[in-house]
């Protein structure tokens, strides 16, 4: 349940970094519309909600609360990292 946690962590901050324009144009190309960036927050923050209830199903309230703490953490470094070093990878 924890790498699940992770997974749809990962996933929904991703979104979340798609529907800002700045990330939308470096990583995709051209500027999301309204409605594309309406879709991609709702989607991002329904990810960290079913991550919540994953970690919490997991482990109970007050652990997976901790647990899912952690696994924002987690999930929020590794996504600042792609976005940062991701012209890196592609030339690489």
Do not use: N
């Not at 991002?44 to 199903?57: E, F, K, N, R």
């Not at 929020?76 to 976005?83: E, N, P, S, T």
């Amino acid at each position: 349940m924890t790498i699940l946690a992770l997974v749809l962590a990962l996933s929904g901050f991703a979104l979340l970094a798609l529907s800002l324009a700045k990330h939308h144009r470096d990583l995709i190309g051209g500027m999301p519309s309204r409605t594309a960036e309406r879709r991609l927050r709702t989607g991002g923050w329904l990810l960290l909600s079913v991550s919540l209830t994953s970690c919490i199903a997991a482990d109970g309230l007050s652990i997976g609360l901790v647990l899912w703490s952690g696994t924002l953490t987690i999930a929020a470094l590794a996504v600042v990292a792609m976005i940062t070093y991701q012209e890196l990878w592609r030339r690489g």
